[in-house]
């Protein structure tokens, strides 16, 4: 099926505007009920997290709602809509859950666009006791149980299309910037994977690349990662993007044998990331260290902090080994209906 939809100068409420839509969000339905059933056919648990939290992640880039809680002594305390329910998912893994699965809402700031927007709808599930590949195949299946409710052939994304049924492509990340960009990612970092920002630089300029003004390795990786790679991944088929670098990777854990390199994956079609998952950190002292760096970056670009979970941190120290993945269920769902915009899958967007 393909969505069409009338101007978007009408409200999304206009009649004629609902009508256009209303069959990709009867197939957002119905792939919401198929969902529930496949986890819960594995003994996954769907657990329902508070989207309130004191802190929404510790991520540089990630940009929360932040609000105020008033006590019944009315004293305010600062909180925060979560950007993902990780960090309540694992508190429970650390309870004693092993297999929890969570289909609810989260918010992002900053982000409003055809494919972001601030309230959106987060697909994420964990595996105790079970290798990230697992994960991998969890993630592969229902991007295609997507198209077989849809009845879609294949995806179709600004002139790019993917096969959701064909064998997916896994591709290291290392290797995607060696073939797409020209660059020798792992040189740019020291064997326990701390990066060197200068020699990222010097090898863009030799590769032809523009070099811009801020020459942190951070920035300049994420600049690569989306002009160059990202493109060029899920194109035919869907894309596995694995073995990010360490620094990237705040709650993965570091692939045995090399401290460069971390479980982390992301998850590509028609150039779209769809998923982003781990092989979960559950050092709660190095959790502590990154959380650090990270809030140390976003000080320096974005001039603010978020407060670190404590709770959160204890927790790590009960948490088994396990691995986890979040899945954007509205961009799938704008993939698997043939839709251009995620704003035509949501029952009703966030007024601008």
């Not at 666009?113 to 309230?119: D, K, Q, T, V, W």
């Not at 790019?160 to 290392?174: F, K, Y």
Request: hydrophobic share 45%.
């Amino acid at each position: 099926m393909t969505a069409s939809i009338a101007p978007l100068s009408s409200p999304w409420w206009a009649p004629e505007r609902h009508a256009d839509r209303r069959p990709a969000l009867l197939a957002r339905s119905r792939f919401d009920a198929r969902v529930r059933s496949w986890f819960a056919e594995r003994d996954f648990l769907l657990v329902d997290p508070p989207g309130l939290q004191r802190s929404p992640g510790n991520e540089t880039h990630l940009h929360a709602f932040g609000t105020t809680m008033i006590g019944n002594d009315g004293e305010g305390q600062a909180m925060y809509l979560h950007t993902s329910p990780e960090f309540t998912m694992k508190k429970l893994l650390a309870a004693g859950e092993t297999r929890i699965a969570s289909l609810q809402h989260v918010w992002r700031n900053r982000e409003r666009s055809a494919l972001h927007h601030p309230e959106f709808t987060m697909l994420e599930w964990y595996r105790a006791g079970e290798a990230y590949d697992v994960i991998i195949g969890d993630t592969l299946e229902i991007i295609a149980l997507s198209a077989e409710v849809t009845g879609i052939r294949q995806f179709e994304f600004r002139g790019r299309v993917c096969d959701p049924r064909a064998e997916a492509e896994r591709v290291s990340v290392a290797d995607a910037f060696r073939a797409h960009a020209g660059i020798d990612l792992l040189a740019t970092m020291d064997d326990d994977g701390v990066p060197d920002g200068g020699a990222l630089a010097a090898q863009m300029f030799s590769a032809g690349l523009e070099v811009p003004e801020d020459r942190s390795w951070s920035y300049l990786f994420s600049r690569i990662l989306v002009e160059k790679v990202e493109p060029r991944l899920g194109n035919g088929r869907v894309t596995v993007l694995d073995r990010y670098p360490a620094c990237e990777a705040a709650l993965a854990r570091r692939v045995p044998g090399d401290r460069r390199v971390s479980e982390r994956f992301e998850v590509y079609a028609c150039g779209v990331e769809l998923a982003n998952g781990f092989g979960e950190l559950t050092d709660a002292a190095e959790q502590r260290v990154r959380f650090a760096a990270e809030m140390e970056e976003k000080a320096r670009i974005y001039g603010e902090r978020y407060p670190v979970d404590e709770d959160f941190l204890a927790a790590l120290e009960l948490m088994p080994e396990a691995s986890g993945v979040a899945l954007g269920f509205d961009r799938l769902i704008m993939l698997a209906t043939g839709a251009q915009r995620i704003e035509a899958v949501l029952w009703a967007p966030v007024a601008e």
